[in-house]
């Protein structure tokens, strides 16, 4: 009987094992809209509550209650989920959902000519660095400020173009705190805006916005690069630093993203009646 052929593990046990690298599937171009309508659509009811908040709605009056941190009695607000769920039981659900239709359209338009800005960008002026084809954690101080340059550049142009769908939701929601009613429709909204302020009316906190939205992308970029080089010098493996890009990108988003800029363009873009 011919002798088994025995595998490098049964022959030594010491044969190394090569991890396969798994990546993450890429979201294909004609799925990104779609996804984009849906995350904008389920997070929408707590945009709708904090700009009502942040021009001063409070449909609930004040609670005296004990602060989260140092337990001293306080007068507080309602959180934000108990302002939703008060607004649904007074108006119906379907308030939630105001001045979605330009929230839609703003998002959709915005990114397809950020997409395409930032093509054109870097078709026209390389990244000279030699670090452009390199992962975002291993690209050096040059190459990640010229990432910043691009997304500033295509940032700014999507957000001229957008704001007045950004002024449009704005009002509209800021209907649901006045009793007349002035901004209640999509086209009674513009054709309003137009009668009353011109055309510079839908311009309303464009340079406010410009200026948040430059600062989120060059605060978040920072960090992150700033987070990875201290990563490295922990000495961290690939692959520790791979998953490490994951929580950035989410700390990038949460800590910078909501509080600066989309609380600066919706109080700064905003006139209520």
Avoid: H
Avoid at 110 to 116: M, Q, V
Avoid at 209 to 231: D, K, N, P, Q
Avoid at 255 to 272: A, E, W
């Amino acid at each position: 009987m011919a002798a088994p052929v025995l595998r490098p593990m049964e022959q030594g046990g010491s044969a190394k094992i090569k991890k396969s690298s798994s990546t993450a599937p890429e979201v294909p171009n004609s799925a990104r809209p779609v996804l984009g309508i849906v995350g904008v659509t389920a997070f929408y009811p707590m945009t709708v509550v904090r700009t009502l908040a942040q021009v001063g709605y409070e449909p609930q009056p004040a609670t005296i209650g004990p602060s989260l941190w140092t337990r001293t009695p306080g007068r507080y607000y309602p959180n934000l989920l108990s302002y939703a769920n008060f607004l649904r039981k007074r108006e119906g659900f379907t308030v939630l959902f105001t001045g979605l239709t330009p929230r839609i359209v703003s998002s959709l338009t915005s990114t397809a000519i950020e997409d395409a800005i930032s093509a054109k960008i870097r078709a026209a002026i390389p990244d000279r660095s030699g670090d452009g084809d390199k992962s975002v954690r291993a690209k050096g101080l040059a190459s990640t400020m010229y990432d910043m340059t691009v997304a500033c550049a295509a940032k700014t142009v999507g957000v001229a173009v957008t704001q007045p769908l950004q002024v449009v939701m704005v009002r509209m929601i800021c209907s649901i705190a006045s009793e007349d009613q002035v901004y209640s429709g999509f086209f009674s909204t513009i054709k309003e805006i137009y009668q009353t302020e011109g055309f510079s009316g839908f311009f309303s906190g464009l340079v406010p916005r410009m200026v948040a939205e430059a600062g989120t992308i060059a605060l978040s970029g920072t960090t992150m690069y700033l987070l990875y080089r201290i990563m490295e010098s922990l000495g961290l493996n690939e692959e520790a630093l791979e998953s490490g890009s994951n929580y950035t990108s989410l700390v990038q988003v949460c800590i910078f993203y909501s509080p600066i800029s989309t609380s600066c363009c919706l109080l700064l873009s905003s006139r209520r009646k």
